[in-house]
């Protein structure tokens, strides 16, 4: 009796599967017609659903106006976006599910290091060209050829940051204070390595893991230290944190931060006047006279009553390169990849885009911002190509 | 320097104890191990931004949210503690762990993912030495928690109530059987319980300025450590818990660097500590 009740659930259980599997089953010969199918994950929920807010707000708004536009080559584009929780098992399974089942030509990520990293031998393995939007860690592009990136390798960006600090603001003793994952660590050395051979100390470096919100002991070490420069790679909630609490400690030294904490709403809403002075490494420069960076603020302020922050700009880039691509290449994932390759000289909100390496890896020029009065400003631009050129392994 | 260190251990501590009072206070009388009071926490923090930036007034709002939070608390005990009680301890944990998990994708749905500022004018100022900064909050947090502690206290062992409560913590059958109007001890320590959390998220989201959806996640696992640290159930082990963790955590972080993560320090004192005191600090051996 009671094996054929388990029978009878298992084998209503395989024709459910069966049934499921066979509705996913239908689009597949409608690929080559129909709408272009772009694939897109990002944190939506969990500790980062705040960045995934964002990227998830200016990728709908780049699908938005491609298709106004009339889509790509009379194509209307479709964004097939998935939530990975900021979790790494969840990022491989969409993976897998955009490569096999959703019949997606690319794949933006909207999501940081640890997951973009994760999913990229399989996008890889697939044959399906992935560009991460701003996640930085090395690793990621080294997944293939299949594999780009949008922003800036770490290496890029802290190795300008040793420049800024040492020659732009000259400091000669510097402390540093990193979160303590990927993303941190990359910077955190390659920037160490950049100050040190420019000619400043470096008196402490201190972690803190993600998350962290009290930083007044750690800060009352290092005022003991009496640096002139604290360099953070942090993201804005353990950024906003930090430079309150140097404020309550009088710690009145340059805080030179990147572009973890470019951020509007996190960062300087939180931060408020503590903010102030504060310096980053970035690569959306918000005072640029291109005409496309303006359209690009004022249409995502005018959308959704909020600035677009760093995240929000690089994702809304990652869509506008694949269109690009896609228009001159058309919808085939090997020629996409190719067209990525041989892209050149792209005018994009981040700034011009002189190309991708073999690597993956983009080049475009570092750019520095000052908070004044609550809102990021042009305060330089690191242009020399020893240290914008990424590597190429 | 080390006064400094020791000021801001003390703040971190004085909320570690709010925060992990109102799970023992369930714990001492259900023996539920209740996740979801992190989500009160939560829950608090949002409830006192809203109110305080609808009226402006600050006692108003922490008041508000206290009692709101807390009838959230009754309501919980009511709906899912009080008809799983008779199951497996196991039930109920994992009753308090969805319900945690929920009251988080609740409020991002509700509130949004993204951090907000609460910004609270305090009547009065910080302290400020050429070598010692207090800033308002933290002054006001200690205040409070004092108050708050002093409060329960008296409820414990001055009044009628306390004596029920403690009754019905030694034997919830018994108890009853005595004539102690059990529902309402147990409704009454879930108020209690849940107020506290909220009063601890609004002194949190004060202190950092940030309210967010997730903030419950580090009260969720670190409460854990501070009720079996003070002798699981024991209001005043888990204070004398919440302060040492506090005090231990800032001084380590400060004189020796993250070496772990903050949060694992309060395991390692956890770990140490039952290896000479298997009962915690101030349980009773059984």
């Known amino acids: ?393 | 320097m080390i006064l400094q260190q020791l000021i801001n251990g003390i703040v971190i501590g004085s909320v570690y104890a709010l925060i992990a009072m109102g799970a023992t206070l369930v714990y001492g009388i259900l023996k539920v191990l209740d996740i979801a009071n992190a989500g009160a926490y939560a829950i608090g923090a949002y409830a006192g931004l809203f109110l305080y930036q609808a009226t402006g007034s600050l006692p108003v709002a922490f008041l508000g949210a206290v009692l709101f939070t807390g009838l959230f608390g009754v309501l919980v005990q009511r709906v899912l503690y009080v008809p799983l009680l008779d199951k497996p301890p196991l039930v109920p944990l994992i009753c308090s762990i969805g319900l945690f998990i929920f009251i988080q994708d609740l409020i991002r749905l509700l509130a949004g993912p993204h951090i907000r500022a609460f910004e609270a004018q305090l009547p009065f100022r910080g302290i400020e030495l050429p070598y010692l900064s207090v800033n308002a909050i933290w002054i006001a947090i200690m205040a409070t928690t004092a108050v708050l502690l002093v409060f329960l206290w008296y409820m414990l062992n001055r009044t009628k109530l306390g004596l029920a409560w403690k009754s019905t913590a030694q034997d919830l059958e018994i108890a009853k059987a005595m004539g102690v109007n059990v529902d309402r001890v147990v409704a009454f320590n879930f108020l209690l319980g849940y107020g506290f959390a909220a009063a601890a998220g609004i002194m949190i989201g004060m202190l950092y300025n940030s309210v967010f959806p997730t903030m419950g996640d580090m009260p969720a696992y670190k409460m854990l450590a501070i009720i079996v640290l003070g002798g699981l159930g024991n209001p005043l082990g888990t204070v004398v818990a919440g302060l040492l963790i506090g005090v231990v955590e800032t001084l380590v972080a400060g004189y020796v660097g993250f070496f772990l993560p903050r949060d694992a320090i309060a395991f390692v004192v956890l770990i140490v500590i039952l290896l000479v005191r298997p009962q915690g600090l101030l349980g009773q051996r059984t």
């Open chain 1, 1 to 393: 009796m009671r094996t054929t009740r388990y029978l009878a659930v298992l084998v209503l259980m395989f024709a459910l599967t069966l049934l499921v599997a066979g509705c996913g089953g239908g689009g597949q010969d409608t690929a080559a017609e129909g709408p272009i199918k772009i694939g897109f994950f990002a944190p939506l929920t969990g500790p980062a659903a705040a960045d995934g807010d964002s990227v998830f707000k200016a990728a709908q708004l780049a699908v938005a106006k491609i298709n106004e536009q009339g889509g790509i080559n009379g194509r209307q584009v479709e964004l097939v976006h998935y939530d990975d929780g900021l979790d790494t098992k969840q990022a491989v399974s969409i993976a897998q599910k955009l490569t096999t089942k959703d019949n997606v030509v690319a794949v933006v990520s909207g999501s940081y290091s640890g997951t973009t990293r994760a999913a990229a031998p399989i996008y890889q393995e697939a044959g399906i060209p992935m560009i991460s939007a701003y996640a930085v860690h090395p690793d990621i592009t080294r997944a293939g050829d299949y594999i780009f990136r949008q922003s800036f390798v770490g290496l890029v960006q802290g190795k300008a940051a040793g420049k800024v600090a040492v020659e732009m603001l000259d400091a000669r003793r510097i402390s540093i204070l990193h979160i303590d994952n990927d993303f941190g660590r990359t910077l955190a050395t390659s920037f160490q390595e950049k100050a040190e051979e420019l000619g400043a100390e470096i008196v402490s470096v201190d972690s803190f893991a993600f998350g962290e919100k009290e930083f007044t002991p750690v800060l009352a070490k290092i005022k003991q230290l009496n640096p002139d420069l604290l360099y953070m790679p942090a993201y804005a909630g353990e950024g906003a944190q930090i430079v309150r609490q140097a404020k309550d400690l009088n710690l009145d030294i340059q805080i030179l931060g990147t572009e973890g904490i470019d951020s509007t709403l996190q960062f300087l809403g939180v931060a408020k006047e503590a903010a102030e002075g504060v310096i980053i490494t970035t690569n959306l420069n918000r005072d640029s006279e291109r005409e496309i960076v303006q359209d690009f603020i004022a249409e995502y302020e005018e959308q959704y009553g909020h600035k677009p922050d760093m995240v929000a700009a690089s994702t809304y880039d990652a869509f506008m390169v694949l269109f690009h691509v896609i228009e001159q290449k058309g919808a085939d994932p090997e020629a996409i990849r190719q067209g990525l390759a041989e892209l050149k000289n792209f005018e994009a909100v981040t700034g011009v885009i002189t190309g991708y390496n073999e690597l993956g890896e983009v080049q475009k020029p570092v750019q520095v911002q000052i908070v004044r009065d609550g809102e990021f400003h042009y305060f330089g631009e690191i242009t020399d190509p020893d240290i914008i050129t990424p590597p190429n392994e």
